[in-house]
């Protein structure tokens, strides 16, 4: 694996690994369960290491797994404990980042698989003064709004809609605020962002960039690797 003092990158990567996997079924939390033999984390670090504008990494690791978690990487890879959610864990890895980072992805240890290519098409947004950049894919399935019930109330019209993923990139200052200024749990760091009020832009994502998130979404990674 390429080590992180090979790099010479401007960009810090943050990788919320921290969560527990529920959807995923009983086991280890899910970054540190297996993908063709090593664990998820490790697909997604050596991923974004490979990413020429990747300099520094910091990982929120599940609680109590530090240094099981620094164990696994390379050297010069950062690592802290992760919270509750998916937004202290990016909070706390945020905190850690060293301060002449101006860019900063925020990426799901969950997507072990995404590209480089995707990895490098958001730095360069930001990099070219986008303040909030995300991945995105068209929506493929028909989507209806349901009541309580789950009768159907409306087909949406799914032209508009996007699928979002990671690497979600950002000026460093817009991302501070907006964790600084949070107040409800959001699934994702660009919604903060959007609560500032400040825009944020997409560039086109990858299938590849799936998220491993149900058992099926393992078996088609094991296949596709
Ligand atoms: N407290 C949490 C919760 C989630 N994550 C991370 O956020 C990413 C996206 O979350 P998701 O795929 O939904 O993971 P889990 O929360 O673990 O999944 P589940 O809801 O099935 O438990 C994952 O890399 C996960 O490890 C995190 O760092 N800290
Ligand atoms: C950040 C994310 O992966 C973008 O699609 C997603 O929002 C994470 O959500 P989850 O509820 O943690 O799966």
Request: hydrophobic content about 50%; glycine content about 8%.
């Amino acid at each position: 694996m390429t080590t992180q003092s090979e790099q010479r990158g401007d960009v810090a990567a943050l990788v919320p690994a921290a969560g527990a996997g529920l959807r995923l079924g009983p086991g280890a939390p899910k970054a540190l369960r297996h993908l063709a033999g090593e664990p998820l984390l490790v697909h997604a670090v050596r991923r974004l290491l490979a990413t020429p504008d990747v300099g520094c990494v910091v990982v929120a690791a599940p609680p109590g797994e530090v240094d099981t978690v620094q164990a696994m990487l390379p050297e010069g890879v950062l690592v802290v404990e992760g919270g509750a959610t998916r937004q202290s864990s990016v909070a706390n890895a945020l905190r850690a980042v060293p301060a002449e980072y101006t860019i900063i992805l925020v990426h799901d240890a969950a997507r072990a698989l995404t590209p480089p290519a995707v990895i490098a098409r958001v730095a360069a947004a930001v990099r070219a003064g986008a303040l909030a950049v995300i991945p995105v894919l068209p929506v493929v399935d028909t989507i209806k709004r349901v009541d309580d019930a789950g009768d159907v109330l409306a087909t949406v019209d799914r032209a508009v809609l996007r699928a979002v993923q990671t690497p979600q990139g950002f000026d460093r200052k817009t991302l501070t605020t907006a964790h600084d200024q949070a107040g409800d749990d959001l699934t994702d760091d660009a919604g903060l962002v959007e609560m500032m009020g400040v825009r944020v832009a997409t560039v086109p994502g990858d299938d590849l960039a799936m998220k491993i998130t149900r058992p099926l979404d393992l078996k088609i990674a094991e296949a596709l690797l």
